[in-house]
Structures are given as C-alpha cells and as structure tokens.
T-cell receptor, first 115, second 114 residues
Framework: NAGVTQTPKFQVLKTGQSMTLQCAQD?????MYWYRQDPGMGLRLIYY???????DKGEVPNGYNVSRLNKREFSLRLESAAPSQTSVYFC??????????????FGSGTQLSVL | AQSVTQPDIHITVSEGASLELRCNYS??????LFWYVQSPGQGLQLLLK??????LVQGIKGFEAEFKRSQSSFNLRKPSVHWSDAAEYFC????????????FGTGTRLLVSP
C-alpha cells in the first residue's frame, strides 16, 4: 500500500523561484492537508481541503497556494520562494475530516531549502 | 486560542526503563487529544487518541496515555522502552465537533540508551 506519496523528497530553490510540491493518496480519502514542520515549532497547518473541490487556509497560509486537482491529488505551490519557507513539508490525508474516528495519514515529507 | 505545550525538548531513557512524556493543552472546550510518533525520515503515525470515556487510553506499540482534566494534561507513558522507540513524539489537540484541524505541540525527541 502506497498510502500518501509526496514528491520530491528534497529540493533546493533560490529566492524568488517557484515550485509545486505534489501529493497523492490512494486510500480514497476525502480530506487532505499540507503542514510545515520547523525546529521548535512542531507542525503547523498551511492549507487543507475538506473535500474535492474545496480548499481553506490553515494557520500559516501566506506565500502558498494549493490546488485540489482531484480526489487523489493535492498540490502546494510556492510562487516566489523565500528563505523563511525553508522547512520540511508534510502532506496528510484523512477519510472524512469531521468524524471522531478520524486519523491522519502522513507522507514521508519534502525537505525544502530556499537559499 | 488552543495550544499544546510539550515542555521537554529531549528525553533520554535507558532501554527497559519506563517513560513518561508530558503534554499540557489549552482549549476552550472539551478537547480531542492525540499522540503521534515520527520516526527518522518518516511522516507521523498515530499512537493513540482520546475524546471521551475511560481517561486511560491504550495505543499501539505498548503506549498508553492518561487524560487529566484538572491538570489539562495528556501524558504519554510506556512501562519498558525498547531501542526502536527512539523517535520524536507529538501531542496534538483538536475539536470534538467540526473539521479536524489539529494543533500540534513542538515535539519531544526520545533517545534510548543501551
């Protein structure tokens, strides 16, 4: 079972460059999420998609855009990368997002460095 | 605003010894509480969760956690630590109703010594 797949695993960008982080899940989950993980700050929610066709801002959305391409795929785009966006990015999915029996399934992360 | 505090950044435990990781939360209503574990180079995996009922919950890999409302705590315990438990542990809080936007703590890195 692939679960949640993120690409790429590593990326180095120069300030001002753009890039898209890809995420796909094969569990037929309705809800998908993008988190960033920074030392001493835990995981912070960037954007989420409760269901196909909807996206909403999380705690730290500035500088990012997202697209819920279909039920499987949820991409995160940096239009003009900044050093402050150096982080590890995690995509996650859950079956519904509203149920008390929910749990998040995480991808293995993308290590992004912006120089 | 909801928040989660994990006061210990690093903890070192000898293999076979008991473990307790601390988690305190601030939440305006009855919370939904989680512990996740992150092994090196991996995403997070759910260990256990609590939202009602018995305040002592059992999880995977022999972990348990106790919810103490009076102390706003949800500490994670394991009676005997194995070397494979070395990882980073995250406490998280979410709402009982509505969409599950979790707030995570800053994590505690567990080191296991021989």
């Amino acid at each position: 079972n692939a679960g949640v797949t993120q690409t790429p695993k590593f990326q180095v960008l120069k300030t001002g460059q753009s890039m898209t982080l890809q995420c796909a899940q094969d569990m037929n989950h309705n809800s998908m999420y993008w988190y960033r993980q920074d030392p001493g700050m835990g995981l912070r929610l960037i954007y989420y998609s409760a269901s196909e066709g909807t996206t909403d801002k999380g705690e730290v959305p500035n500088g990012y855009n997202v697209s819920r391409l279909n039920k499987r795929e949820f991409s995160l785009r940096l239009e003009s990368a900044a050093p402050s966006q150096t982080s590890v990015y995690f995509c996650a999915s859950s079956e519904e997002g509203y149920s008390l029996n929910e749990k998040l399934f995480f991808g293995s992360g993308t290590q992004l460095s912006v120089l | 605003a909801q928040s989660v505090t994990q006061p210990d950044i690093h903890i070192t435990v000898s293999e076979g010894a008991s473990l307790e990781l601390r988690c305190n939360y601030s939440y305006g209503a009855t919370p939904y509480l989680f512990w996740y574990v992150q092994s090196p180079g991996q995403g997070l995996q759910l260990l256990l969760k609590y939202f009602s009922g018995d305040t002592l919950v059992q999880g995977i890999k022999g972990f348990e956690a106790e919810f103490k409302r009076s102390q706003s705590s949800f500490n994670l315990r394991k009676p005997s630590v194995h070397w494979s438990d070395a990882a980073e542990y995250f406490c998280a809080v979410g709402p009982l109703q509505g969409f599950q936007k979790l707030v995570f703590g800053t994590g505690t890195r567990l080191l296991v010594s021989p």
